[in-house]
């Protein structure tokens, strides 16, 4: 939380799919922050309310989780704050925890462990509007059996409850807080082997009565409670070396005691909450599953939409929407970009007299960031898609149908929606692999993920096939042109495919996979929310790749300008004297076997800040006048440029192929090895990509080029 | 019998698990444990994962794992 948190703030808790984030924005608006948790690049999203009175408060939208239990990284976040507040450190003043009205029993799993933490706990119990039949049950003596200040029945979707629950949560914060014994019944057995922890844990931690059974409840059960103590004893919020091998002993023991007696200690904690929050929602008259028989709505939209053939027909055509709809409508926001880029350049050449201050924020600067602006028409109207689709509820079902495929190649079903979004930019596509929850098959997601062709080698293709590639038809129907664009897309997925198979023989990680995956009942999206999230994503998106971009476009500038020559003197193009041809001179010999030149020589150093900028740079290097996209000069340039010794094109169409399949393979783009680098925490990873991909590039552009000389082509 | 057994459309009650802890650990937290009702609703295609009901809301898990489950119906 920010320092402005003086008195009471309120966390928002909840399991993934309870609406836990619509009720977030019915309460802040568009009062929202979100920043990074340190270290991983989970959200944390944090906003500002007011109540009735209104007087403000800071509201944390915690990551959706079904359980106080670290395993995922969500939900490691989540017990690490829990583990916090219970230490003291800034707790909130009240927990609101999101509970779906449709599905009481599971959804109450974690408020109960979040009533034992000894802080007040409100229940926001959320899509009341989808309960058919009215509850008619006692929700204040529900509320007091389960330990919880209050339960307010509302509805995020149509609006109503807020009040209420606002209303619940300033009364429960200006109340004293009342202690209640822990709830769930332990037998001699059990109580005999945590004893000791429970000890422990009220002597020298300070916890009462009841925190202290469910943290050695929660303790004996899950081995990763003991790894986040020992974490925040490292951040020195808990104690000593001495406590922690006190507590890693005594844990041993009751594990081992349980053992011996024959209780599950791994299940032992769910077991015993389940029972008996079961046993107090039969006494309220609550059934736990009314509608097992029954098929919802969503079960019968899913006999058509996850059918066995009509399913996986569905999403194929749903994909080729989605692709044809980002290439369609985002030309016209794109070339407003372009102008708007292009009239900022304009106003700064007016503006200030020519110099060098003038030549960094024109051809720097402004075309630099203006080269990454391009694509946000692209990225977003993706994204919007993405988070349509995963509000919907459909994702989920994508994930379902593509599961079989994907472990077959060693992914996993939850793989789908990365690679998907890997196609608009593959920063959003690697950071939406967290919810891929085995280690291995999300570092294999990730590693691949960036063969999917991003919308940045869209502009080199567009440009290599209108310059080389004629406009042929093929069999009568296909035109040659769209179909080299179609094999680009399809070399890079299909060899991502295979080196998924081949990473998952040699990466050995521990860890099994599984698939238990909650399919949501489909929802009609909060259009709201999904705005909203594609605002957020897209921001993160300009200001994460803009930083990068905006260094790279100065270096690149730098060495492109200078040294400076008197240009009188010398009757051909600056740049070959300049650093950047110096280097692109050096780089030829290794290049000539892939049919490059010193000049693509400097494109490709120049595209390693981002693919694109192979245009731009292109573009400079033949100095084409001043409008960088005017790309059919730059086409004519490059087909009418010759050898200096031979005469001959210097650029065919073998070369173009060539330069194609290299951008298919080539790792060149910074910001994604800073977001792998960020999620793998270690430069290992981002390294290996940089290698192997690139390896590939140049082996398979040697092939390409060689190849075709040999058979006689270019 | 397990879960990997029941036909698509049908219900059982769960008896025990077998194997992987882990798988279990998962299980029980999201309510699946013994006594519970569940409904296989459907096979995913290709083969794929299972579809299931439980409490009112609906998981999927691999074959693999429902083999794992063991039933009674």
Known sequence: MTTAVQSSWVALVGNPNSGKTAIFNLLTGLNQKVSNYPGVTVEKKTGQARFADGSKFYILDLPGTYSLTAESMDERIVTEQVLNWIHGHEPPGVIVSVVDATNLSRNLYLTTQLADLGIPVVVALNMMDMVKDEIKIDLEKLANDLGIAAIVPMSATEKWGQKELLEAVQKSIDTAFVENPFPIFLNDDISKVLNPLEEIFKSQLRYNERLAKAQALRLVTRQSTLEIYDEMSANGFTADEAFMNTLRDKRQAAVDLLEDTGIKHRIMEATLRYEWLDSVLTAAKINIDPQIAEANYSENLDRLLTHKWAGPAIFVLLLYFIFQSIFTWATVPMDWINRGVGWVGNQVLDMISAGMLRDLIVEGIIAGVGAILIFLPQILILMFFMTLLEDTGYMARVAFMMDRFMTMVGLHGRSVLPLMSGYACAIPGIMSTRTIDSWKERLITILILPLMSCSARLPVYTLMIGAFIPATKVFGVLNLQGLTLVVMYFLGTTTAFILAKVFSLFIKVEGKSSFVMELPPYRTPFWRSVFHQVFIRGKLFVVNAGKIILTISIILWFLASFPKVDESTINENPIRTSYAGKIGHTIEPFIEPLGFDWKLGIGLIASFAAREVLVSTMATIYNVESEVDNVVQLKDAMKSDRHPQTGMPLYTPLVALSLMVFFVFAAQCMATFAIVRNETNSWKWPLFMIIYMNGLAYGASFIVYQGGLMLGFG | ?73
């Open chain 2, 1 to 73: 019998m397990t879960l990997f057994d029941l036909i698509d459309g049908e219900i059982a009650t769960v008896h025990s698990f077998i194997g992987d802890m882990e798988l279990q650990s998962r299980l029980v937290e999201m309510g699946i444990l013994p006594g519970i009702r569940i409904r296989r609703i459907k096979t995913a295609p290709m083969n794929g994962p299972i579809e299931l009901k439980v409490r009112d809301y609906h998981v999927s898990l691999r074959q693999d794992d429902a083999r794992n489950i063991l039933i009674q119906q």
